[in-house]
Structures are given as structure tokens and as C-alpha cells.
């Protein structure tokens, strides 16, 4: 029998005056998830988040934890614990009187503390730091007993607003890791807040994207990756190319598609035909350069701009009618240039499994 979701939205709305946050949605959270609620500022995300810790009242709906409704339960008696983007460290305690501190608050044992702080501390690596101030600390070490002050109440859930956002690029992708590795050993359900995709993509084991307080499409990091529900999830989800096309018919799980610059061609499809506005979504790392063979569809192009990032480099490719194209080439040699150069002409191709018909 499958285990009902933790986290229970039902038909959640929040507004601010004559500003909709949020509008009516429905979504489940599994239980023991890492759960990502992604999109750019102002889609929500946030609000809902709030909402969950009871920090924002609802408009309308209902939230429901582990099944009970939280609509009469005060912030403090909820079974969650959260980590603030700031960290929210108090800069005049020690690192273990930071860690107990809630403990202390609801009146805990003394003996009890110091054990469960100790435990904390060796859970998110800083054992033997407890008598150290914020400010002897790294931002990563610091970010690290903001993670043990929530988990030392032992909550069911733990909700993480945008919390590497403050660290530089080397410290985030350690923490990424850091934060993966303490969901899977603790086994309780996680739900962040980013706008970061990549740290979506790399941390979460469910995502749900939103978009002018909507959820537009929920998935594992690979579905909405390969497959996104629509242009807007496609586009927000990596880089994406992006052509017009027309559908000329579905048959035999093949759409008949005419693309300006490349012709009819026909993609895998499942269900019935897409209605109104359709593009076909080619990822860089699929679109290649050169002339293709069976199974491929070719277009031509002229280089504008190579941009070098190191382990790989993108060119920005014009196509005969204007439309711009990115191809991600991998630098696998050491060689000085890429045998590439602006206002080159090329050839591009890719797989027609690898192209997506996106409606919207």
C-alpha cells in the first residue's frame, strides 16, 4: 500500500490585497522526499513555504502535515523546523548554546541537551566546534549549525529557504553534496526553496515548477529535464533552442511537424495532438556540429560568438532566418582554439529523438 504523502496542499491560495501570490493549487510531497519547489522571484514559492511553516495565514485551502490540518496550529507546534537564507546565527552564543538553544526554549533537561547538541554537531560534521563563536567559523561551517539547530528538535520536516544562496560558487557545490548526504542519513523529508535550477537539478529527488503562483509541472530532476511539460518549464529548466513549428497530423506515435529552416519532419509522441502554439526544443549539448545521417534533421548557420568556460565551451550560432542557437562543445584536448571561429560558416544537426515538441 503506498504511504500517503507528509506534505498535503489542498486547494492552497494566498493573496495580498489585490495581489495573487498563490493561486488555487493542489500538490503532495512524499514522505522521506528531498522536495525542490523551483522558479524565478515572485512565482510563490516562498509564500507557500511561509504558509507551511505558519508563518503566512492562507487565503483559502487547506494544509495538511502528516495528515493533521495546520490551519489552527501556532508556528512553533508544527512538527517542521526551517533554515533561514541568512543563516539567522546569534552572534553572541557559543556554537552549541546556537544548536540547543530551541531545546532550552521548550524547557528540555539540561543533561538531555548537551547530548542531543553533541549528536547534531557530529551529524553535520562539527563535532569538537561546539565552544566556538559564529565568528571564528567559515559561511559554510556557519551555514552548517543553522542546519543543526533545525534538525536537533528532530522535526518530520525540514524546509530550507534558498539556503546556499549566500555562499560562493566552490562552498555551494560542497554544501549541495553536504545537504544530499544528511537527507539520506537522518530520513526525514526536506523541502527547499530555490531560483538556482542547477541546484535543483543536482540535489532534488522531486521537483515541482512554478510559475505566477501556479505549479506548472512536478517531476524527477531527468523528466523535467528531457521531458518538460511545456516552453516555459523547457526554457526555465537549462538552455534550450527553440524553433516554430507546425503539426501537420499524429499517427503511428509520430507527430508530423514543419520547422522554418529544416522542413517536415516527424518526433515520437504519445497521446493525443497537441493544440495551439508549438516549438521544437533542442537541448545544446544535443544539437552537434556537421552534417548528420539516418535519423537526423540538419540545419545551416553562421558562428556569432564562442564563449570559453573551461571544461567546455557554448557557440552562439545565427541561423539563415534570425533564430539564435547555443551548441555546447565539450574541450576534451588541450589544444589552443576550438578549430572554431565567429562568422563561420557551419552545419548543425541532431537526433529526432532528441528534439521535443513543446506546446505553449
Same mark, same amino acid.
Given at each position: 500500500?503506498?504511504?500517503?504523502?507528509?506534505?498535503?496542499?489542498?486547494?492552497?491560495?494566498?493573496?495580498?490585497?489585490?495581489?495573487? #501570490?498563490?493561486?488555487?493549487?493542489?500538490?503532495?510531497? *512524499?514522505?522521506?522526499?528531498?522536495?525542490?519547489?523551483?522558479?524565478?522571484?515572485?512565482?510563490?514559492?516562498?509564500?507557500?513555504?511561509? +504558509?507551511?511553516?505558519?508563518?503566512?495565514?492562507?487565503?483559502?485551502?487547506?494544509?495538511?502535515?502528516?495528515?493533521?490540518?495546520? #490551519?489552527?496550529?501556532? *508556528?512553533? $507546534? $508544527?512538527?517542521?523546523?526551517?533554515?533561514?537564507?541568512?543563516?539567522?546565527?546569534?552572534?553572541? +552564543?557559543?556554537?552549541?548554546?546556537?544548536?540547543?538553544?530551541?531545546?532550552?526554549?521548550?524547557?528540555?533537561?539540561?543533561?538531555?541537551?548537551?547530548?542531543?547538541?553533541?549528536?547534531?554537531?557530529?551529524?553535520?560534521?562539527?563535532?569538537?566546534?561546539?565552544?566556538?563563536?559564529?565568528?571564528? &567559523?567559515?559561511?559554510?561551517?556557519?551555514?552548517?549549525?543553522?542546519? #543543526?539547530?533545525?534538525?536537533?528538535? $528532530? *522535526?518530520?520536516?525540514?524546509?530550507?529557504?534558498?539556503?546556499?544562496?549566500?555562499?560562493?560558487?566552490?562552498?555551494?557545490?560542497?554544501?549541495?553534496? !553536504?545537504?544530499?548526504?544528511?537527507?539520506?542519513?537522518?530520513?526525514?523529508?526536506?523541502?527547499?526553496? %530555490?531560483?538556482?535550477? !542547477?541546484?535543483?537539478?543536482?540535489?532534488?529527488?522531486?521537483?515541482?515548477? +512554478?510559475?505566477?503562483?501556479?505549479?506548472?509541472?512536478?517531476?524527477?530532476? $531527468?523528466?523535467?529535464?528531457?521531458?518538460?511539460?511545456?516552453?516555459?518549464?523547457?526554457?526555465?529548466?537549462?538552455?534550450?533552442?527553440?524553433?516554430?513549428?507546425?503539426?501537420?497530423?499524429?499517427?503511428?506515435?509520430?507527430?508530423?511537424?514543419?520547422?522554418?529552416?529544416?522542413?517536415?519532419? #516527424?518526433?515520437?509522441?504519445?497521446?493525443?495532438? *497537441?493544440?495551439?502554439?508549438?516549438?521544437?526544443?533542442?537541448?545544446?549539448?544535443?544539437?552537434?556540429?556537421?552534417?548528420?545521417?539516418?535519423?537526423?534533421?540538419?540545419?545551416?548557420?553562421?558562428?556569432?560568438?564562442?564563449?570559453?568556460?573551461?571544461?567546455?565551451?557554448?557557440?552562439?550560432?545565427?541561423?539563415?532566418?534570425?533564430?539564435? &542557437?547555443?551548441?555546447?562543445?565539450?574541450?576534451? %584536448?588541450?589544444?589552443?582554439?576550438?578549430?572554431?571561429?565567429?562568422?563561420?560558416?557551419?552545419?548543425?544537426?541532431?537526433?529526432?529523438?532528441?528534439?521535443?515538441?513543446?506546446?505553449?
Amino acid at each position: 500500500m503506498t504511504r500517503p504523502p507528509i506534505i498535503r496542499f489542498e486547494s492552497i491560495a494566498k493573496s495580498f490585497g489585490d495581489t495573487v #501570490a498563490v493561486e488555487p493549487l493542489d500538490l503532495d510531497i *512524499p514522505r522521506n522526499a528531498f522536495f525542490a519547489l523551483l522558479g524565478p522571484s515572485g512565482c510563490g514559492k516562498t509564500t507557500l513555504l511561509r +504558509m507551511l511553516a505558519g508563518f503566512e495565514t492562507p487565503s483559502a485551502g487547506r494544509i495538511l502535515i502528516d495528515g493533521e490540518d495546520m #490551519a489552527r496550529v501556532p *508556528p512553533n $507546534r $508544527r512538527p517542521v523546523n526551517m533554515v533561514f537564507q541568512s543563516y539567522a546565527v546569534f552572534p553572541h +552564543m557559543s556554537v552549541a548554546q546556537n544548536v540547543g538553544y530551541g531545546l532550552m526554549v521548550t524547557g528540555t533537561p539540561k543533561p538531555e541537551i548537551a547530548g542531543r547538541v553533541e549528536e547534531a554537531l557530529a551529524m553535520v560534521r562539527l563535532g569538537g566546534l561546539g565552544r566556538r563563536r559564529p565568528d571564528q &567559523l567559515s559561511g559554510g561551517q556557519r551555514q552548517r549549525v543553522a542546519l #543543526a539547530r533545525a534538525l536537533v528538535k $528532530r *522535526p518530520k520536516l525540514l524546509l530550507l529557504d534558498e539556503p546556499l544562496s549566500a555562499l560562493d560558487r566552490k562552498l555551494r557545490e560542497d554544501m549541495q553534496l !553536504e545537504l544530499v548526504r544528511l537527507q539520506h542519513e537522518v530520513g526525514i523529508t526536506f523541502l527547499m526553496v %530555490t531560483h538556482d535550477q !542547477e541546484e535543483a537539478l543536482s540535489m532534488a529527488t522531486d521537483i515541482a515548477v +512554478m510559475h505566477e503562483g501556479r505549479v506548472l509541472q512536478v517531476a524527477s530532476p $531527468r523528466e523535467l529535464y528531457e521531458h518538460p511539460a511545456c516552453r516555459r518549464v523547457a526554457d526555465f529548466i537549462g538552455s534550450m533552442n527553440l524553433l516554430p513549428a507546425r503539426l501537420r497530423g499524429v499517427a503511428d506515435g509520430r507527430a508530423q511537424v514543419e520547422v522554418e529552416e529544416i522542413g517536415a519532419i #516527424a518526433l515520437p509522441w504519445q497521446g493525443a495532438a *497537441p493544440q495551439g502554439e508549438l516549438s521544437l526544443g533542442v537541448r545544446p549539448e544535443k544539437l552537434q556540429l556537421g552534417d548528420g545521417g539516418p535519423g537526423t534533421a540538419t540545419l545551416e548557420g553562421r558562428i556569432e560568438q564562442i564563449a570559453y568556460f573551461g571544461d567546455y565551451s557554448h557557440l552562439f550560432v545565427r541561423s539563415p532566418a534570425g533564430q539564435r &542557437l547555443t551548441v555546447l562543445v565539450g574541450n576534451v %584536448t588541450r589544444r589552443a582554439d576550438s578549430g572554431f571561429e565567429p562568422h563561420q560558416l557551419c552545419r548543425l544537426h541532431f537526433a529526432l529523438e532528441d528534439a521535443m515538441l513543446l506546446p505553449g
